[in-house]
């Protein structure tokens, strides 16, 4: 049973939430002091945490950032802010996913599903013989889940290490927006497609020489993205 982190200090959101999350089959904790959402998050062990931004004490921003620093897991952020800059903040600390207040909460069950399943995809990957991909002084080690550039490794989140993989696996193919939102994120008709574009950003910032003139990813105006070779 998978086990859940719910950093929140409105408590009836925050019982909404663990409501619906352990009628479907989660072990649900909650935190309303972001102190000690943070303490917990490190301390113990969870597979998914849902974050929401304004706490006392600690804000979200900061706990996000924190967490990334020492673990994988998926980050979920929620907030009643609907500012884009809150939400590119968000995602560019590592956090998964950013929903804003209100939502359903069958569409929050079908999130945490969707992160969590592919998390267990790829931690309990079976594969033998690590599986490299190397491009033009890119080497992806999509077995270890590191990337090096021209030698120099660099650290990637999850869903960015996700999205390069998948671009460069498929060179000069150009996807739209909405099929990497499908292939990354395992969702259609729920989720916001800025996330991709917000990751997109994140990833020509560690490995592009100039982000400003991109050498790996192309914007494809109008359509969407490709990795060039």
């Not at 996913?97 to 267990?120: C, G, I, N, Q, W």
């Amino acid at each position: 049973m998978s086990k859940i982190l719910i950093v929140e200090d409105e408590e009836s959101i925050a019982e909404l939430e663990k409501d619906y999350l352990e009628l479907s089959g989660f072990e649900v904790e909650t935190e309303r002091r972001g102190d000690e959402g943070l303490r917990r998050a490190l301390e113990e062990d969870f597979d998914l945490i849902i974050l929401d931004l304004m706490l006392p004490e600690v804000d979200g921003f900061e706990i996000c950032h924190k967490v990334r620093e020492q673990k994988n897991i998926p980050v979920l952020m929620v907030s009643a802010k609907k500012d884009d800059i809150d939400k590119i903040r968000g995602l560019g600390l590592g956090a998964d996913d950013y929903m804003t207040k209100p939502f359903s909460p069958s569409e929050l069950v079908a999130r945490v599903k969707a992160h969590l399943a592919r998390y267990e995809r790829l931690i309990h990957s079976n594969v033998k013989e690590n599986e490299i991909v190397e491009i033009r002084g890119i080497k992806i080690d999509k077995t270890a889940r590191r990337v090096w550039v021209n030698g120099e490794e660099r650290n990637f989140t999850t869903k960015e290490f996700d999205l390069l993989t998948f671009l460069a696996e498929n060179p000069n193919h150009v996807f739209t927006k909405e099929e990497l939102f499908r292939e990354i994120w395992d969702m259609e008709s729920v989720g916001d497609i800025a996330t991709v574009t917000v990751h997109i950003k994140k990833i020509r910032e560690k490995i592009e020489l100039d982000t400003a003139r991109p050498q790996y990813i192309e914007t494809i105006w109008g359509v969407g993205y490709r990795f060039k070779v």
